[in-house]
């Protein structure tokens, strides 16, 4: 089992950037990594995704402004969130993942408040 806690949300201003962290309590190299954010009202949905060997995916919506990252040595996932706006506001979540094993675990998540 893999704890994960979330940092780096807060207040920000529109076209603005902010870095999250999801520092895991164990290692990670095994697991396949993710960013969900879940605004209120809305479902949760997949922001990015990085798998255990490094390919990424992401949602249209953030292609070419987000950008996940993982540092395995450090065993800690990055989120590099750049010309934010508005509709990026939302409760950020960490995931650790590995599917063929049944292995899903998720952070307690934070806030990021795009607002002038």
């Known amino acids: 089992q893999v704890q994960l806690v979330e940092s780096g949300g807060g207040l920000v201003q529109p076209g603005g950037s902010l870095r999250l962290s999801c520092a895991a309590s164990?290692?990670?190299?095994?697991?396949?990594m993710g960013w969900y954010r879940q605004a209120p009202g809305k479902q949760r949905e997949l922001v990015a995704a990085?798998?255990?060997?490094?390919?990424?995916n992401y949602a249209d919506s953030v292609k070419g402004r987000f950008t996940i990252s993982r540092d395995n040595a450090k065993n800690t996932v990055y989120l590099q969130m750049n010309s934010l706006k508005p509709e990026d506001t939302a409760v950020y979540y960490c995931?650790?993942?590995?599917?063929?094993?049944?292995?899903?675990?998720w952070g307690q998540g934070t806030q990021v408040t795009v607002s002038s």
């Open positions: 995931n650790a993942r590995k599917t063929n094993y049944g292995w899903d675990y």
């Open positions: 164990g290692t990670i190299f095994i697991y396949d």
């Open positions: 990085i798998t255990s060997g490094g390919s990424t």
